[in-house]
């Protein structure tokens, strides 16, 4: 099954304004992490921003927040002020406890984010 | 400060060829271990993963191996490439034991079978 979903194959953004890209999780581990990565063109791959599953309060860093909705196993990224650099592929990601007892990274399929001049 | 190396950065080789792909880690001991692949415009497939010397756990079936001979070292084998070997490898560790650190990836090897 699908644990980390991102519908949004790509989205398209002006630049200077706000864009959210969606992120919906499946688990049964009360402890987890969410974290996103941007990608550019270049393939590395940029740690953004992390969420704990008992973390009261939205993450931050930046221009970039997470909206993380616990009940609804949402973890949507927020980008505000969008930049021309913003342009990329965004994934969102969980660990969470896996059979063999370590906690293993899974990814989604990635959201392609274009902005506009 | 920790560093993650990983080489070559692009590869072509012929199918039917061997492959090795090789990963280091410096300024940490005993990471988590991860390889990757990411075909073209698609999301990140997890191959291996290690928690320790010798110690390899496969998510996905395939002509591909992986051995860590030495605590920081993690290396992506094949006797005989296919086609479909074609794609991104990215190279990945973690601190242990813990589910709220993020990857923190090498540069990755873009590899073309012909």
């Known amino acids: 099954a699908q644990k980390i979903t991102q519908t949004q194959p790509g989205m398209f953004v002006q630049e200077k304004e706000a864009v959210t890209l969606d992120c919906t999780y499946d688990?049964?581990?009360?402890?987890?992490?969410l974290f996103w990565y941007k990608q550019p063109s270049s393939g590395e791959m940029i740690f953004l921003i992390y969420q704990g599953s008992y973390d009261q309060q939205n993450a931050t860093e930046g221009r970039y927040s997470l909206n993380f909705q616990k009940a609804r196993k949402s973890a949507n990224l927020v980008i505000s002020a969008s930049q021309l650099g913003d342009s990329a592929m965004y994934f969102c990601?969980?660990?969470?406890?896996?059979?063999?007892?370590?906690?293993?990274?899974?990814f989604g399929r990635g959201t392609s984010l274009i902005v506009h001049p | 400060s920790q560093t993650i190396h990983q080489w070559p950065a692009t590869l072509v080789q012929p199918v039917g060829s061997p492959l090795s792909l090789e990963c280091t880690v410096e300024g940490t001991s005993n990471p988590n271990l991860y390889w990757y692949r990411q075909a073209a415009g698609r999301g990140l497939q997890l191959l291996f993963y290690s928690v320790g010397i010798g110690q390899i756990s496969s998510e996905v079936p395939q002509n591909l191996s992986a051995s860590r001979p030495q605590d920081r070292q993690f290396i992506l084998s094949s006797k005989k490439l296919l086609l479909s070997d074609s794609g991104f490898y990215l190279c990945a560790w973690t601190p242990q034991l813990s589910y709220n650190s993020p990857l923190h990836f090498g540069n990755g090897t873009r590899l073309t079978v012909t």
């Open positions: 990601a969980m660990r969470d406890l896996a059979s063999g007892g370590s906690y293993i990274p899974t």
């Open positions: 688990t049964s581990d009360p402890s987890y992490g």
